[in-house]
């Protein structure tokens, strides 16, 4: 019992730990270029949207069309804080994402008590807001050209590659961690509960608006950590970050990944993020890729990549054994036939 | 009636409109504890509305339900939630069932676990100690539940892919694992057989021994009626037209009329087996 417990926590631990550290490495090393490099955390941005529009539509089962409105929250907060109030970026970027937690507790306090997609409509609605009150507010946000933004991770050229890589790799690790084990724990079961019958949860003692909430707040604030870290990775943004396009590239991400599958969006975010890079031989054609796939996808494989299920390293280590002796009997096989 | 302290339920006139139709009027029920009590009616009587203003789902436009909670505080319960309702011991089951469809068979019953948790948000993202200790609680429980109705093999399969009768069977689990005080059973026995609704009538007898529960339910099974209530009451047309011991209320003449029509109520009261005549529009 003692050694499962501590094997269930040891193989994912390496694993995540290894997905930070041996790339950061390479990178330094030079076998990772760094235009490889930057897009590898490009799509680590990505990643992390991906699971925040997962967790309110694969997971709490409520659409939200504007989750690229929080991001954008979270991108020009952790400019506004570091650059106006001189608070250090590690701080500034949870904070960052607060705000646009408590952006999702105000949208979500009148709107979540309906039954239906009435959040759709009133997401997409704020995600419109917000970008035209950042081109708007010339001031603070520097109006349609977007701004600058001087504190980033770092500009030594020697370390940045690898220190972006780091940061933006290691949040997306800890991220999973965290929600995996909040989702595989009494409320994540309570926040699945709502998503499967609304009437049902509710007269076994779930409060079903409660755990909606809960479920879009984190979002949200999911949602407002990819944009604060976009920002001082990027350097420069725009209010364009905040357009109905990238809620929709996000929500691409889940649909392909599999609607409630962490693992899933993950793997979804990090493929496309790459094959945008890879078939830029393809000029504007690449554009056409997405739907493509999309439409591939929902032709053969309605349910996404992974469907609902988690890609488990603890399960794939467990496996290993099995497929090893189903290799090796197979070899033995062709052997004694060729023979 | 009973003595007044031990009353679990107690439906005052209660009445409900959806736009013009008054689907139920003044409906009146008190519940003493222990009891079981049946419900029965042709379809479309109201039964399930009234379940629905018990259980917080409808509210009910006039009259008063006070329940007696877990602590033994009476309370005016009208316009509570159905969740408040669960937290202070009233669960249910559902007539076309309702399970949490692709979770898993434990999953399901944890859900109604939830409220008794011991946890807060830090432990469960941390894994602390206590986390490990109230799951390991938690699934103990489960299995305990699981297998008092025989479905613990069943524990990692998903919900939907059972058969109907077990369907069934979660569902009461799932109900029980709340530690209810008052369950709320809507058609307990549809679409299972004969061999299927003896078994479950036995299991209706022991959980409401074994877990001291204050039963209602509704049923179309006239076998299942008969053996396990003790008092009955007849619905049609959202009003009581009959209430009673189960074998006054076989040969109840407007009890007969409700179920069979008003010709046929000649032809029984001619007859002597007023029984079979309620027993056969039971199974229609």
């Known amino acids: ?339 | 009636m009973e003595k007044e302290d031990d009353l679990v339920l107690r439906a005052k006139d209660i009445s409900i409109v959806f736009g013009g139709l008054k689907a139920v009027t003044d409906f009146s029920l008190d519940l003493h504890e222990g009891e079981l009590v049946g419900l029965i009616g042709p379809n479309g009587a109201g039964k399930t509305t009234i379940f629905n203003m018990l259980s917080g789902i409808y509210k009910p436009t006039d009259g008063v339900v006070t329940f007696c909670g877990r602590d033994d505080k009476i309370r005016v319960i009208n316009k509570k939630s159905p969740a408040e309702l669960n937290k202070l011991g009233i669960a249910r089951t559902f007539q076309n069932i309702r399970l949490f469809g692709s979770l898993t068979v434990g999953d399901n019953v944890k859900i109604a676990l939830h409220q008794s948790r011991n946890v807060s948000s830090f432990d469960v993202l941390f894994r602390t100690f206590k986390f490990r200790k109230d799951e390991n609680l938690m699934t103990e429980k489960t299995e305990h539940l699981l297998e008092i109705f025989h479905i613990l093999d069943k524990k990692n399969e998903l919900a939907r892919n059972l058969p109907y009768g077990e369907q069934r069977k979660l569902e009461i689990v799932r109900a029980l694992a709340s530690n209810p005080k008052l369950l709320l059973l809507d058609e307990p026995a549809a679409g299972m057989n004969e061999q299927e609704t003896v078994e479950l009538m036995e299991l209706i007898r022991f959980i409401r021994k074994e877990f001291n529960l204050t039963i209602l339910l509704i049923e179309h099974d006239m076998h299942l009626v008969m053996g396990i209530c003790e008092r009955l009451m007849v619905l049609d047309y959202g009003r009581v037209i009959a209430s009673g011991l189960p074998n006054e209320i076989q040969s109840n003449p407007a009890v007969i009329k409700a179920y069979l029509g008003s010709d046929y109520e000649k032809m029984v009261s001619d007859s002597t087996e007023g029984s079979s005549g309620a027993k056969e529009g039971g199974a229609e």
């Open chain 1, 1 to 339: 019992m003692k050694n499962k417990i501590l094997r269930n926590m040891l193989i994912p631990g390496v694993v995540g730990v290894l997905c930070v550290v041996v790339p950061a490495v390479l990178i330094q090393l030079r076998v990772i270029n760094g235009y490889t490099a930057q897009i590898l955390t490009l799509a680590g941005v990505n990643a992390i949207m991906a699971i925040s529009v997962n967790v309110i539509c694969g997971i709490t089962g409520q659409l939200s069309l504007g989750q690229a409105g929080f991001q954008a929250l979270g991108a020009y907060g952790v400019i506004l804080l570091t650059a106006n109030c001189h608070i250090p970026l590690g701080v500034s970027i949870v904070l960052a994402g607060l705000i646009a937690a408590f952006f999702g507790f105000l949208i979500g306090f009148p709107t979540l008590k309906l039954e239906g997609d009435y959040l759709a409509i009133v997401t997409l609605a704020f995600g419109e807001i917000i970008r035209v009150v950042l081109v708007n507010l010339k001031g603070i946000t520097g109006g349609p050209n977007g701004k600058q933004f001087s504190t980033v991770f770092t500009t030594s050229l020697t370390y940045g590659a690898m220190i972006s890589y780091v940061a933006i790799i290691g949040s997306l690790v800890l991220i999973i961690v965290l929600l995996q084990n909040f989702l595989r724990s009494t409320y994540g079961r309570a926040i699945l509960a709502v998503r499967e019958d609304e009437i049902a949860a509710n007269s076994n003692g779930v409060g079903v608006f409660k755990y909606k909430m809960v479920g879009f707040v984190i979002a949200s604030f999911i949602a407002g950590i990819a944009g604060a870290l976009y920002a001082p990775f990027i350097g420069f943004i725009k209010p364009d970050l905040a357009s109905f396009n990238n809620s929709i590239n996000a929500l691409i991400y889940v649909v392909l990944g599999g609607m409630g599958s962490v693992t899933g969006s993950v793997i979804a975010a990090f493929v496309l993020t790459e094959l945008q890079e890879v078939l830029r031989f393809l000029k504007d054609y690449r554009l056409l890729i997405y739907p493509v796939i999309l439409i591939l996808v929902m032709l053969f494989r309605p349910q996404g990549l992974l469907g609902t299920k988690e890609l488990s390293f603890v399960k794939c280590w467990d496996g290993i054994p099995g497929l090893w002796k189903k290799i090796t009997g197979k070899l033995k096989k062709n052997n004694t036939e060729a023979k």
